[in-house]
């Protein structure tokens, strides 16, 4: 099947970046190693549609290294590299993804991919999975399992769980401890910061900073805005989550108070109408709004444009700029969108290295266990994290400590 691409002229710049993520992904490279020769996928269709970025695209290689005829799509329209996307292609790897998409182009790719009766996949966000229990349903027979990379994903496999309509297993890698203590806290904390620096150019130290959630998400983006020296609110709904984003140093406050103080909103809630029409007047002329939420639905856009005085227009490369009536302007960064990938490269590659890792592993679990695993959502057991997480150790130089038996037997004593 013929790949559909921006520019196969594009792909020695993705070569360029794949390589380049290649030499920090250690524990892909380990499995490409140790399960290359094998060919442990060997003639199994997968699709899989994540962000499509150079880090993706060595995990697509490297499951086609073990045996799998894998598809790529994107995950997100302003995601895709349209330059990995061709080296990708380039490689051998069926490729549906072009930056900027249509929503009509974006379903049509995702349709595509599923056209090659994929047995295995990974979905970030819940849309792949959505169209195959929506429209797609005569290829459900086919299918093994999958996994999911998000937790707004995982979310939407939960409401399909508990209403008892998940049509096969799922595992719900966002929930490994070792995804989301590191990718959730540490990736977008970091990335998040990336995408809104490159574009703004803006000093950050001084300025405060208001964090929409202070899940495992919100709680990296707040760590990593107190480091750059700003001063941090946190807007919650859980009581618990809040009182410990005040144990950790932040003011917490409703949005509606939180909206007068903010110079950066950053939206990590996995919820729609997080900021809306409500807010927008009360914010300072030249606030900077953005998402890392895996939807365009946390700050309300449709509102904002309905309130603007003049037509928007972009000030600079992915900043629209709103005017309210009382002549105050909001910028927003990335059209609403996740602001790591739509205004920056995702999480750091050392990062998804881990992330990665354990949906390698979740697609080897699927096989592993074909036919005995219930159309249910399962999270990976609790030795695959160990055996990730002392591997990358390794990886990185790093050693640690074991139990002597006489320490073993005095712990597990009864």
Known sequence: MDSMIKDIALAPSGHQKIAWVKEHMPLLNILNERYGGKKIFD?????????????TAYLAQTLKNCGANVVVTGSNPLSTQDDVAAALADSGVTVFATHACTQEEYDLYLSKALDTKPALIIDDGGDLVNMLHSTRRELIPNLIGGSEETTTGVHRLKALNEQGKLAFPMIAVNDAYCKYLFDNRYGTGQSSWDGIMRTTNLVVAGK????????????????????????VIVTEIDPIKGIEAVFDGFRVMPMAEAAKYGDFFVTVTGCKDVITKE???????GAVLSNAGHFDVEINVKDLEAMTVEAPY?????????????GHKLNLLGEGRLVNLACGD????????LSFAMQFLAMKYLLEHKGEL?????????????????????????????????????LHAE
Request: proline share 5%; charged share 20%.
């Open 43 to 55: 003639g199994l269709n997968m699709v899989v549609t994540i962000h499509l970025e150079a880090k």
């Open 208 to 231: 405060t900073v208001v964090v929409a959630g202070y899940g495992w998400c919100g709680k990296g983006v707040a760590m990593r805005a107190k480091g750059l020296g700003a001063n």
């Open 279 to 285: 807010h927008f007047p009360l914010m300072k002329d």
């Open 314 to 326: 972009e000030v600079r490369k992915n900043i629209t700029t709103y005017t309210m009536p009382n």
């Open 346 to 353: 995702g999480h750091p590659a050392e990062v998804m290295d």
């Open 374 to 410: 219930k159309n249910n959502l399962y999270v990976l057991p609790e030795e695959l994290n160990t055996e990730i997480a002392a591997l990358k150790l390794e990886a990185m130089g790093y050693g640690i400590d074991t139990l002597t038996p006489e320490q073993y037997a005095y």
